[in-house]
């Protein structure tokens, strides 16, 4: 069966520090990735997400980055965190056999920015 | 672009109620319809899926129909528990496949009182 990771679970980071928040998947091969934040009290917006290695698509202008080192490896990451950063991330996968993009979710990281 | 409308919440009900809460969407086409479901401090889970008109989704006693006429995926089950209190997303994915992410609603927080 299918697991996904994500470390670390929580994390607090002064304004101006870098970030890396690191995603892993087991059990599949070739997955579709996804970054998504959970602002407080807000739904969820997809950030960035990954067909393949070393290919990333970024839905909304910002100062965080991905990346695809390996096939089932999916990191996040920011030079410099804005207050702004804080919320809840949210990693996922799916895989795409013929049938609807169903995406199946992580635990999450709780970052907060002060 | 697409989009999804569901109530916010809270939603608070007494063991045993009847549970609806409303999502409707905005898209082009025939999307993938999905509910999850995130208990406190925890990733998404998925709930139940449609993929096409007339499809009833199904899962631990929570129902939902496709409803293209009504652009519509209400989610109904008929016996509530204090263990259903979480928050639940309604979000589809765009028809025609492809590896896009999903799109959600804000999310409806539901509470059940024994």
């Known amino acids: 069966s299918q697991t996904i990771h994500q470390w670390p679970a929580t994390l607090v980071q002064p304004v101006g520090s870098p970030l890396s928040l690191e995603c892993t998947v087991e059990g599949t091969s070739n997955p579709n990735l996804y970054w998504y934040r959970q602002a407080a009290g807000r739904g969820l917006q997809l950030l960035f997400y990954s067909v393949g290695i070393g290919q990333i698509s970024s839905e909304v202008p910002q100062n965080l980055s991905a990346s695809r080192p390996q096939d089932r490896q999916f990191i996040l990451s920011s030079k410099k965190l804005l207050l702004s950063d804080s919320g809840f991330y949210l990693c996922a996968w799916s895989v795409l056999a013929g049938g609807p993009n169903t995406q199946y979710f992580g635990p999450g990281t709780r970052l907060t920015v002060l | 672009g697409d989009s999804v409308t569901q109530m916010e919440g809270p939603v608070t009900l007494s063991e045993e109620a009847f549970l609806t809460i409303n999502c409707t969407y905005t898209a082009t086409g025939y999307p993938s319809l999905f509910w999850y479901v995130q208990y406190p401090g925890e990733g998404l889970q998925l709930l139940l899926k449609?993929?096409?008109?007339?499809d009833k989704g199904s899962n631990k006693g929570f129902e939902a129909t496709y409803r293209k006429e009504t652009t519509s995926f209400h989610l109904e089950k008929g016996s509530v528990q204090v263990s259903d209190s979480a928050v639940y997303f309604c979000?589809?994915?765009?028809?025609?496949?492809?590896?896009?992410?999903?799109?959600f609603g804000k999310g409806t927080h539901l509470i059940i009182q024994p």
């Open positions: 979000a589809l994915s765009k028809s025609g496949g492809g590896a896009d992410g999903l799109t």
């Open positions: 449609a993929t096409k008109a007339d």
